[in-house]
């Protein structure tokens, strides 16, 4: 009997049908459909685009405070834990096999792309024929120079500060979780915080260099393959970290509301995991991106 | 203390037990976290689009019936060979998959749900959006999307209005997979009921597993590659434009990378299904469990190592050409292994040929003369002749179509009982087999010789010798597609009761099958296993050699 009803409590949690999933979809298409229609210079308008934008951030916000609450509710069991954390897991395998394919392509124009414009092996045809005198050389904005003449952005300046400023962050998402298992709510916070300030002066820094970059250096997107593949991983690198960002700080305010245990905190854990994450990734950046 | 807990966890339900039962009419469908309703809903969508599909393969093959040009101009056959084939990757085969596999791992491995079930109903319900966004896109200036289904640029980036669309509707697509393969997974991995560990496991529940492995590693690698058609087309960025040192090449690199494991999330259930039926109406154990696990393993890892044989005339390096062969042919050696097993599975069992066992059997011999074919692709010096003929495509839709699809009919004939406690029609099951098989063959045989002879695909027009073949492979599609409504018939007849068929399936449906699934009643209980039942040795259906 008494088995039975300890079996019993730890009873899968299946949650109630819910209208959430249908509605963040109906937002997400009126937000792409209406994008799509811009860049197709359709003119319905920005309608569509703002009010699907506005429900589905509403939407993901109901969904993940309504996992929070039945989280802080006692309803999760130890395997409902799990489950969080191998979805958390496989997630973050998804992102960086994204990130791979950007990676992938900067390896293929260095290594394979530009010098067969340049002539080298068995391609001197297409360089005699179609880009005659162009070498290859990194940075480059391809034979024809799109975008023109461009400067690129020295590895050792604020790339490296924000390379320290990110390692940091690991480190002081690492003491509040210190803090947190050790029921030091109050130290957990001040790190949570620290992070999340650190978080922000990679952006403003990412921000600044984007807007030298496009005034001063004429390094834009259009600037052939490294104008391409240099804003494309740093430009998804940085609406990651901002993404990383706010999940620090609901998990900061989740944290001050007396959420989260010292034994049974997986919300907390799984943002660090993204942070650390989006940690790595920048590492890559800045060895293969920026300085190498 | 242990009763107070119990209390917690009846408000984690929300309600009481008799609340168990689904909301009423649409809301119910809309809302739905059961495993069992996404599973529906999954493979009543996938039949949509087979159908959908099919009609847009009728036009290809009315147009193809015969030289010249008669039915629809060459623009809009190519957005039917486009749309064709991404309605049914996307729309049909992978959402079948995912339904199969909504509605039969929980029931295999005993747990009570998805481990996600909120997440569940999103993945459900980004496809028909998804759908809807990729069909409209038909009626637009310009129409829809006609560079075929692989979307090469600089073909791709030709598509007028519709482009945008194409691209967002394959990001939610990509979703859709990504979140419902994370799902599975995650519940293979956590959720199995005590003592069945991974090497007791169902093998449909180890070939998702690793279809699930795959789709999270490619699906995301699908989506870099459109985007970046994306910001090439709108934004300036020159991925694939030589003038600013890209290549467009390197698109079909990316492309690939996603497109050949793609193929292989295409199958591997499939593998899984024949490895549970055969078995059953063999009425012996799978002959060598282990080999399969492993074979199954062993060919998800070579398909990422093996992308480039669709890029074979593309004009690699010499080295590349060669590792790609070589690596290609390798993945004959486990595919090898589970085609022997399945046969030797067979050999000298009390055989019987119900309907799911007739496709079974038929997929065997079939997705093997598609093997065969693919064999011959991988050679890089006869591929040069091959590539981009009739011949691949008479290869790719043996292994897709008598292939995937018969496993995803094989499957429905199988469980369809369990699901509503009523068995379908065998005569029409049998009839609809042997229709099925022989129009099947009469559509793609041909193929092979008229691609050999060198008849191109994706073309709306061709000599006048290879008119033979094209006749009697429009036939037989046309053939194919009616002998469908046999099955669909079938199908809902069982699902709604018509033709008088009572609810009279017992739980163990096939007196030779083994598994948890089967100790339930059929039609199984809304919420099968809320507690995690015990595993009897006998229901154990991986069996190890010895
Ligand atoms: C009776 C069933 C089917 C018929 C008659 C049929 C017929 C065709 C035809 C005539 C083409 C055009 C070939 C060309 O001109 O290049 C084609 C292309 C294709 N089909 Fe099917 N098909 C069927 C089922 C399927 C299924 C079930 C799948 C996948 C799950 C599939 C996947 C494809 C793909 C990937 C292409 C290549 C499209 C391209 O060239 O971009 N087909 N099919
Ligand atoms: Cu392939």
Not at chain 1, 85 to 112: D, K, Q, T
Not at chain 1, 125 to 133: E, I, K, R, S, V
Not at chain 2, 406 to 433: C, D, L, Q
Request: aromatic share 18%; proline share 5%; net charge neutral.
């Amino acid at each position: 009997m008494g088995t039975q009803a300890a079996q019993k409590s730890e009873r899968y949690f299946v949650p109630q049908p819910s209208a959430w999933p249908f509605v963040l979809t109906a937002s997400l298409i009126a937000l792409l459909g209406g994008v799509s229609a811009y860049l197709e210079e359709d003119h319905i308008g920005p309608i569509p685009i703002y009010a699907g934008l506005a429900v589905a951030i509403y939407i993901i916000f109901r969904w993940f405070r309504g996992v929070a609450l039945e989280s802080e509710g006692g309803m999760y069991s130890a395997q409902v834990g799990r489950t969080y954390r191998w979805g958390m897991s496989w997630f973050i395998f998804s992102e960086v096999m994204f990130f791979g394919a950007f990676f992938g392509a900067l390896f293929y124009a260095r290594e394979l792309s530009l010098p067969w414009l340049g002539g080298e092996g068995s391609k001197i045809a297409t360089n005699l024929t179609l880009w005659p005198g162009f070498e290859a050389h990194w940075p480059s904005n391809g034979p024809a120079q799109l975008g023109g003449a461009f400067k690129t952005i020295p590895a050792f300046s604020v790339p490296a500060i924000n390379t320290a400023i990110l390692l940091t962050s690991g480190v002081t998402i690492t003491m509040a979780h210190h803090a947190l298992k050790a029921s030091k709510r109050g130290a957990c916070i001040l790190w949570m915080w620290a992070t999340v300030a650190l978080g922000c002066a990679f952006l403003y820094l990412q921000a600044h260099e984007y807007i030298e970059a496009y005034t001063e250096l004429n390094l834009t997107l259009r600037s052939g393959i490294y104008g391409s593949t240099f804003f494309m991983l740093t430009g998804f690198h940085g609406m990651h970290v901002t993404l990383g960002t706010i999940m620090l700080i609901s998990i900061t305010l989740r944290l001050m509301s007396g959420h989260f245990k010292p034994d049974s905190h997986f919300g907390f854990e799984g943002v660090a995991w993204y942070w650390h994450f989006v940690d790595v990734v920048w590492l890559g950046l800045f060895v293969v991106v920026y300085w190498l | 203390m242990a009763h107070a807990h119990d209390d917690h966890a009846h408000g984690g339900h929300g309600h009481d037990d008799h609340a168990h039962g689904p909301d009423k009419g649409i809301m119910r469908w809309i809302k739905t976290t059961n495993h069992k309703d996404l599973g529906t809903l999954y493979l009543f969508f996938a039949f949509i689009m087979f159908f959908i599909g099919g009609l847009m393969s009728l036009v290809i093959r009315a147009e193809l019936f015969h030289p010249g040009l008669q039915f629809v101009d060459p623009e809009f056959f190519n957005q039917m060979t486009t749309l064709h084939a991404l309605v049914m990757i996307f729309g049909g085969l992978m959402p079948a998959f995912t339904g199969l596999a909504n509605w039969m791992v929980p029931m295999m491995i005993g747990c009570s749900d998805l481990a996600l079930p909120r997440v569940n109903n999103w993945g459900f319900w980004l496809l028909p959006f998804a759908f809807t966004m990729l069909l409209s896109t038909m009626f637009m200036p310009g129409g829809g999307p006609a560079g075929g289904w692989t979307l090469y640029p600089p073909l791709s980036l030709q598509t007028a209005n519709a482009f945008p669309f194409l691209i967002f509707s394959i990001h939610l697509m990509g979703i859709s997979s990504i979140t419902g393969a994370i799902n599975v997974v995650v519940t293979i991995l956590n959720m199995r009921t005590p003592g069945m560990t991974l090497l007791k496991m169902p093998l449909f529940a180890w070939t998702w597993l690793i279809t699930g492995y795959l789709l999270i590693a490619v699906m995301p690698v699908l989506a870099g590659a459109v985007t970046m058609l994306l910001t090439d087309k709108y934004f300036g960025t020159s991925f694939f434009s030589a003038a600013g040192g890209g290549d467009p090449v390197l698109f079909q690199h990316v492309f690939w990378f996603f497109g050949h494991p793609e193929v292989y999330i295409l199958i591997l259930p499939a593998f899984g299904i024949v490895s549970t039926i055969i078995p059953t109406f063999a009425r012996k154990q799978l002959f060598g469990y282990d080999s399969m696990v492993y074979a199954t393993a062993g060919i998800a890892f070579l398909s990422f190592i093996v992308w480039a044989h669709h890029m074979f005339t593309v004009g690699m390096p010499l080295a590349g050409e060669l590792f790609f062969m070589f690596a290609t042919m390798l993945i004959a050696v486990p595919t090898g292994v589970k085609v022997f097993n399945w046969v030797a599975t067979m050999w000298r069992g009390s055989m019987t040929f119900e309907t799911p066992m007739l496709f079974a059997v038929g997929f065997v011999f079939l997705f093997t003369i598609g093997g065969f074919s693919g064999v011959m692709l991988a050679m890089t010096p006869v591929d040069f002749q091959y590539h981009d003929t009739y011949f691949v495509v008479a290869h790719f839709h043996y292994v897709l179509v008598p292939g995937a699809v018969f496993s995803v009919i094989a499957a429905i004939y199988y469980w369809i009982p369990k699901w509503t406690g009523r068995m379908y029609n065998e005569f029409w099951g049998k009839t609809h087999f042997w229709l099925s098989t022989i129009f099947i063959n009469l559509t793609f045989f041909p193929q092979h010789f008229a691609g050999l002879a060198g008849m191109q695909r994706r073309v709306p027009d061709y000599a006048l010798q290879f008119t033979d073949f094209n006749v009697i492979s429009s036939i037989g599609a046309f053939g194919f597609f009616v002998s469908q409504f046999i099955f669909i018939f079938n199908v809902l007849a069982s699902c709604y009761g018509w033709f008088g068929r009572q609810r009279n399936a017992p739980d163990r449906v096939w007196e030779g099958a083994r598994g948890l699934e089967w100790t339930v009643p059929s039609p199984a209980p809304y919420h099968t296993f809320e507690d995690p039942p015990e595993l009897p040795a006998h229901e154990v259906t991986g069996v190890h050699d010895h």
